[in-house]
């Protein structure tokens, strides 16, 4: 597609600052971590190969043109060259900022320019729309729909069958009846916490969330969950929507006055780690930035949180073998990669079997199971490879997308594993203790 104003650099408040990409020396540490480049070997699908186009379309010697997205977009924003990179190149920053600079100057497809305005705009920042959306996609799951449509072939002709598989089941009950409550410790109270309870996990997680909630007031936590609170924006922010994300972020400033809470806690490693980062949206001038500092001090997630807070609840015997999947932006984004571990090792009973490359992505990465689904689906293929090696019962993680991802393929690979968050297994060792 034709590019629309500028394309011969990048600009405007999200322009990339010279040391940022200057950080990077292009030793190639970083190939050999890079789901893409492990996938198809191509220098234009690595970190230093994308880090290399944005510096050329920022000088104005490569055109923001339809080669550049391409490669842009087949990043799973996985943040695992973030580990490896010995210079400290924050990749997560510059991608998104390129992807801030498609979005301003690139002319999509009319078919994706909706469906971004759908998702981005329209639809995560609103609840009521969310929750409106879910119970469509309910009455699609429950009445028999979803069988006729695999039945007839329809999915399959509509190009759809695979993006079917991975849609998350819609919950009978949402969360969004418990915003506003306020839950009290069990025994004397070690903590008082503020739980953000995500937005698309209030239709499709909401006993995931009721459990967190229970894990923590079993352990001493008073837990109070916002009602003002809305989508932390890291959907809109990996898709260059900043303008958005700045909205979202504002709102979630005003819903959750860090003065009131020890800590603000949340269970989606993904929000975790934009909700961390609110101030890469905010120039320094900007009232917002000082906002997003003093908001940030006070998150954490749920497991970094309980590890560092130390298991008081009494937890009984759940004879089961595990291994565990890190969520990229728990391990590479917020650098949390012991804090699940020693949570799983508490669990009496539990056998934790570590698999092969288990900080390497399984392919959900926010919405790109939706959009790069053969990508995302290989990677979930060796995903489940590694997962089925340790012939574990469960695979254990730390992210709902992660969790959604990896049912899937227990299911598509029929592996047999059960698919739990780490604190799901925790609630399940607090039964009957």
Same mark, same amino acid.
């Given at each position: ?16 600052? =010279? ?32 880090? $290399? ?10 055109? %923001? ?25 924050? =990749?997560?920053?510059?991608?998104? &900022? ?5 979005e301003q100057h690139y002319q999509r497809s009319l078919a994706s320019r909706v469906a971004r305005d759908f998702v981005y705009r329209w639809l ?25 449509? #695999? ?7 509509? +190009? %759809? ?19 506003? /409550? ?6 004397? $109270?070690?903590?008082? &916490? ?14 995931l969330n009721r459990a967190t909630i229970r894990v923590l007031q079993a352990n001493g936590g008073e837990v109070v969950v916002p009602a003002g ?20 972020? #504002? ?9 009131d809470f020890d800590a603000i806690v949340t269970n989606a490693a993904g929000c975790g780690s934009t909700l961390k980062e609110y101030m890469h ?55 949390? #990669?012991?804090?699940? /571990?020693?949570?799983? $090792? ?23 199971? &939706? ?29 709902? +997308? ?22 799901? %297994?925790?609630? #399940?060792? %607090?039964?009957?203790?």
């Open positions: 597609m034709a590019a629309t104003g500028p394309v011969s650099g990048f600009s405007g408040a999200d322009k990339p600052e =010279y040391a940022d990409y200057s950080r990077c020396v292009h030793c190639g540490l970083c190939l050999n971590h890079c789901p893409t480049y492990r996938l198809w070997g191509q220098e234009a699908d690595s970190p230093r190969g994308r880090i $290399r186009q944005m510096q050329l379309v920022d000088e104005g010697r490569l055109e %923001l043109g339809e080669g550049f997205v391409t490669h842009i977009d087949r990043c799973l924003d996985c943040r695992a060259c973030e580990t490896a990179c010995p210079s400290g190149v924050e =990749y997560g920053k510059l991608v998104e &900022v390129a992807r801030a600079q498609i995560l920042p609103h609840p009521r729309r969310i929750a409106a959306a879910a119970r469509v996609l309910r009455v699609y799951q429950r009445t028999g729909l979803a069988a006729f449509a #695999r039945g007839t072939g329809i999915l399959k002709l509509l +190009g %759809l069958q695979d993006r079917e598989r991975l849609l998350p089941k819609i919950d009978t009950d949402f969360f969004f009846g418990d915003l506003g /409550r306020t839950f009290p410790a069990r025994g004397p $109270r070690r903590a008082r &916490v503020a739980f953000f309870a995500g937005c698309v996990a209030q239709v499709t997680f909401s006993e609170q809305t989508c932390c924006g890291a959907l809109p922010a990996h898709a260059g929507v900043r303008d958005v994300a700045r909205d979202l972020a #504002r709102a979630n400033f005003e819903a959750f006055p860090a003065i949206l905010f120039p320094a001038a900007d009232p917002a930035h000082e906002q997003a500092a003093q908001f940030t001090i006070k998150i954490r997630d749920v497991s970094e949180f309980l590890a560092d807070l130390g298991l008081t609840a009494p937890l009984r015997e759940v004879p089961l073998r595990v291994t565990y999947q890190d969520s990229c932006h728990l391990a590479h984004g917020q650098k949390i #990669r012991e804090a699940p /571990r020693k949570l799983i $090792r508490a669990v009496p009973g539990v056998e934790l079997i570590e698999m092969k490359l288990a900080d390497q992505c399984c392919g959900s990465a926010g919405v790109y199971n &939706v959009t790069e689904t053969e990508a995302s689906l290989e990677l979930l293929a060796l995903k489940m490879d590694s997962a089925r090696g340790t012939k574990a019962q469960a695979i254990v993680t730390a992210n709902p +997308g992660c969790i959604l991802q990896l049912r899937a393929g227990a299911a598509i690979h029929d592996t047999g594993q059960e698919v739990l968050h780490v604190v799901e %297994l925790l609630d #399940r060792a %607090l039964q009957r203790a």
